[in-house]
């Protein structure tokens, strides 16, 4: 039996709503924030993911979808949000639109070749945010509540919101030499990815998970120790604004980012749920300040975070929140003989014509057997369509909820269910 690839979902109907729902939610939350949608090709050139996502990743050495075309180009499904959306400001050019900075968001599958796991899936679809342009600590904030009432507006309650900052370059790269002198002697105690780490991005074994409990993990010099004046005064000011707006957070020194391009605030959204599984991260994002120029574009900065609707959909279900689902009809037809048949179809398009959910029996089933059709589809109100309704052109509107039931004619229906 052919059956859907490793790591891929079918979303059935009895789960889609959820979706439409999550999808709506977020739309309404971007809107009130301002940022608009970008929609980007699902491949790209392979260079892009090496060059913007950075060699050093497991996203890039181990996890990327990478095919050649027929015309010998390499060529990725993307793995993530970013490096395209940057791409594509560059290639726009959107450095010179009047208004800035640029705020974007995207709702989009992505594609990582992984272990599947709960929360680990190969195609997820990533919802993530992009503002450019602008060094401000106020758009960090920004965008970090932005993050908080996503997930807040669902009516989830065991969260955890963890930042740090991983300074400016010059910062960063006196760290970076500090925790190349904390682990060179006893690297050898580490992983082999921590091994090779060592070399290519030092602050990335702050984040391995499989050394996550060496002491010297724990025992590591700590970022904000090197921050530099600026550095140090950008933090400062993320927290205290974060605080204005009664943002809990956790200061994590421990916190890195992945990629090669990040600076300064850095941020993680965690579930603390029971039940939610070996993965709590439900978020990631941060401030990046070299990618736009690391992909031949303007020195630009910008900050961003991704979630998975897939994580988020684990959190509400590990809380016991339900979606609503609100499928239903607005009337259901009965019908007894062929001719009814035949009226039911036109009034039917008639409604529909007007956005009234409508549907009616196409089975040939007996009365009693539609009524329990109409109850199943939750419809609001039905009729039945006899040999009387059509001699007289009316029929009885019977409202499902309160049993009420008015008589109408043919014409009146529209308008009665429009009013309703
Ligand atoms: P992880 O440490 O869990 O692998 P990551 O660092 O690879 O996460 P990011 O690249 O920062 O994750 O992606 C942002 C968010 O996308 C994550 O916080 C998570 O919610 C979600 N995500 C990442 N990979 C997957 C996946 N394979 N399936 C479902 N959701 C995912
Ligand atoms: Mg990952």
Known sequence: MLQVP?????????????WQFIEQRLYDIVKAYNYQEIRTPVFEATELFVRGVGGSTDIVNKEMYTFKDKGDRSLTLRPEGTASVARSYIENKMQHNVEQPIKLFYIAPMFRYERKQKGRYRQF????????????????????????NIYKSFGL????LKINSIGDMESRSKYNEALVEHFSPRIGEFCEDCQSRIHTNPMRILDCKKDRDHELVKTAPRMYDYLNDESKAYFEAV????????IEFEVDYNLVR????????????????????????????????????????????????????????????AEGIEIPN???????????????????????????????????????????????????????H???????ELN??????????????????????ITKLEDL
Do not use: W
């Open 6 to 18: 490793r790591g891929t979902q079918d979303i059935l109907p009895e789960e889609s709503y959820k």
């Open 326 to 380: 609100d499928k239903g009809l607005d009337l259901y037809i009965c019908t007894m003989n062929d001719q009814a048949r035949s009226v039911a179809a036109s009034l039917l398009h008639k409604l529909r014509e007007r956005y009234i959910s409508a549907d009616m029996d196409y089975e040939n089933r007996k009365l009693k057997a539609q009524m329990k059709d109409a109850d199943r589809k939750n419809a609001r």
């Open 157 to 160: 309650k065991s969260l955890n």
């Open 239 to 246: 927290k205290s604004k974060l605080e204005d707006l009664n």
């Open 258 to 317: 992945g990629l090669d391009y990040y600076t300064h605030t850095a941020f993680e959204l965690m579930s603390n749920a029971e039940g939610f599984g070996a993965i709590t991260t439900l978020c990631g994002g941060g401030r990046y300040n070299g990618l736009l120029e690391m992909l031949d574009g303007p020195s630009e900065t910008g900050i961003g975070f991704a979630l998975s609707i897939e994580r988020l959909l684990l959190a509400l279900e």
């Open 382 to 388: 039905t009729i039945v369509l006899g040999e009387d």
């Open 392 to 413: 007289s052109e009316s029929v009885d509107l019977k409202n499902m909820d309160t049993g009420e039931v008015s008589r109408v004619s043919f014409d009146e229906i």
């Open 125 to 148: 679809v990533q919802f993530g945010v992009e503002a450019i342009g602008v060094e401000d600590p106020l758009i960090d904030v920004e965008v970090i509540s932005m993050l908080m």
